[in-house]
């Protein structure tokens, strides 16, 4: 749906993200910013002596001290947000990333794990191509969304993209048909480490990774998108307040040394959700040019931007219309820097049609 581009650096909140009015600006979640009036003697050459001046007037009148009234400000935001982001009908629609050989993948992901192509778009004028895939029609499904840059046929995946998990019911005939199309399988069917699951790891042409699950039959087969993190603590608290995500479980497994945790919008039985993996004393991943962005709807994308700057999130793009097709997004970072891009629902469902 999006353009895939380098990322760019930052972008610091304008003046933009505040409504104004009588003087006062106000955030979109209420909260009012009064301008600071000083007394009309005081000149620049005073400023050396304002913040006493200030200081002594607060305890005249029992003002509390000006980082307290931010400070409470700021949680009074945080906490209206946290509210807003709870109503926010939110979902995860698509992963995005590039491939070098694009009839290639599409043949190997129907052919060997059996997802449809859903529909594909060429923009000549950009040079790229884009090719939706998955189990079901995007408007209630995570799809995959493929990228395809004219002229680059390969990409490197890094080392902080885990991999993709998708839900079957027989890992081990799933392998054998993979095998069958000249797939590649890395590690064979069997128990998952510290655990009894079974699971399947197979490569697909451009190097990244799928886990095969055994589990009953989904709404969502296309179930799970594994990232690094080099703080699972820290990345939780962000998902769970900057995206509203709700924690539905951990794993420790100090015997390989790695801790997960699972981030989601509902169930992992019948949602797509997102895996965070922590190994030991790792801090710091390359997270080389393949892998792009998580998609995930909201109904506001102006209210999610404020959002997740209130919680320490980046914002990469500010949030408004895309040119040409008028679909509103905004993009941002976490702290261990994937992007995500949130996408407004009913435009979204426009541009579907």
């Known amino acids: 749906m999006v353009r895939i581009i380098p990322m760019a ?5 304008s003046l933009s993200s505040f409504r104004f009015s009588g003087g006062v600006s106000t955030s979109r979640f209420g909260l009012s910013l009064s301008p600071l009036r000083l007394p009309s003697h005081l000149h620049f050459s005073h400023l050396t002596s304002t913040s006493k ?12 001290p000006v980082g307290n009234v931010v400070h409470a400000s700021t949680a009074t935001a945080q906490e ?3 509210e807003w982001v709870k ?14 050989d694009l009839d290639r993948t599409i043949k190997f ?65 799933a392998v054998e048909l993979i095998k069958a199309k000249g797939g590649k399988v890395t590690r064979e069917p069997g128990p998952v480490k510290g655990g009894s699951t079974v699971i399947a790891f197979i490569e697909e042409p451009n190097g990244y990774k799928f886990e095969l699950i055994e589990r009953g039959p989904t709404p969502e087969p296309l179930c799970q998108v594994m990232l690094r993190v080099g703080d699972l603590d820290r990345s939780i608290t962000f998902y769970e307040k900057a995206f509203g995500m709700e924690l539905l479980r951990t794993r420790d497994n100090p ?11 509902g169930p992992e039985d019948k949602n797509a959700v997102l895996e965070l993996t922590y190994n030991y004393g790792v801090t710091e991943y390359d997270k080389g040019n393949g892998y ?23 914002i990469m793009r500010e949030p408004g219309p895309l040119p040409g097709i008028n679909t ?26």
């Open 9 to 13: 650096s930052s972008i610091r909140p």
């Open 53 to 64: 001046l200030l200081k002594t007037a607060g305890t005249r009148v029992g003002m509390p």
């Open 80 to 82: 209206t947000a946290l």
């Open 87 to 100: 109503k926010d009908k939110r979902r995860m629609l698509h992963v995005v990333y590039r491939v070098g």
């Open 109 to 173: 992901y129907t052919e060997c794990l059996g997802m449809k192509l859903l529909r594909k778009r060429d923009i000549p004028e950009e040079r790229y191509t884009n090719a939706f895939l998955g189990y079901g029609p995007e408007d209630s499904h995570f799809v995959i969304e493929l990228t395809y840059n004219y002229g680059v046929d390969k990409y490197e995946i890094g080392t902080a993209f885990g991999h993709f998990g998708i839900a079957v019911e027989d890992v081990a005939k």
């Open 255 to 265: 015997e390989y040394k790695y801790t997960i945790a699972m981030m989601g919008y």
């Open 292 to 314: 792009a962005q998580i998609a995930i709807g909201t109904d506001d994308v102006y209210k999610t931007a404020e959002g997740i700057k209130l919680f320490g999130g980046k």
């Open 328 to 353: 509103k997004i905004t993009a941002c970072l976490d702290p261990d820097g994937w992007k995500t891009v949130f996408v407004d629902n009913i435009d979204f469902l426009k541009e579907l049609e």
